[in-house]
């Protein structure tokens, strides 16, 4: 089915590791981000992409990096994850005005 | 960042009863949309708005988007236990959206 796939579902990782979030979309949206989402947040914004090879920071972008190398995919990568990271994780694209969300990823920080 | 003010923050409403939740920003949007998360999933996109004034309907919910565009709201009519769920408000400016910290909404059958 089109749509925005996240994989993985659920991660459990240690402090100081690094992980990798993927975001695939069938669309062909060329335009791509990423929130986290928290108790008493609601979505905020990490970084988000124009089209291949064209990002920018959001609101909360420290301690992520991003990149975009193919417009269907939009990873997510923590260098050295942190208890702090501990969040649900959405992709989403945007067509015109609307903005369609992908699963989630439930991360969780040991 | 720029967060918008949702609410109420949770209602507890009987079945077949109307609910009315509104969400205000001290900033102007362009567009404002409304959107319902079920426990585990990802936010679906209920309505949008795109100009000041203009009032939308999907189905039993109605949307409208505030004259002075820093406001919106969201009414649901005679509500359903499937109506159960977490909604949130979003606003768009530039290229960049911000959310609510939505209004948790529970149906008693």
């Known amino acids: 089915d089109a749509g925005i796939t996240q994989s993985p579902r659920y991660k459990i990782t240690e402090t100081g590791r690094q992980v990798t979030l993927m975001c695939h979309q069938t669309?062909?949206?060329?335009?791509m981000f990423w929130y986290r989402q928290d108790l008493g947040h609601g979505l905020r914004l990490i970084y988000y992409s124009a089209a291949a090879d064209i990002t920018d920071k959001g609101e909360v972008p420290d301690g992520y990096v991003v990149s975009r190398s193919k417009t269907e995919n939009f990873p997510l990568t923590l260098e050295s994850a942190t208890r702090s990271q501990t969040s649900v994780y959405f992709c989403a694209s945007r067509e015109g005005n609307e903005q369609f969300f992908g699963p989630g990823t439930r991360l969780t920080v040991l | 960042g720029q967060q918008l003010n949702q609410s109420p923050q949770s209602m507890f409403i009987q079945e077949g009863e109307d609910v009315s939740m509104n969400c205000t920003s001290s900033s102007i949007f362009n567009t404002w949309l409304w959107y319902k998360q079920d426990p585990g999933e990802g936010p679906v996109l209920l309505i949008a708005?795109?100009?000041?004034?203009e009032l939308t309907s999907n189905g039993r919910l109605t949307a409208q988007f505030g004259i002075t565009r820093k406001d919106s709201f969201l009414n649901i009519s005679a509500s359903i236990p499937s109506d159960v769920g977490i909604y949130f408000c979003a606003g768009r400016t530039g290229n960049q959206f911000y959310f609510g910290t939505g209004t948790s909404l529970t149906v008693i059958p």
């Open positions: 669309w062909s949206h060329s335009y």
């Open positions: 708005l795109y100009k000041a004034g």
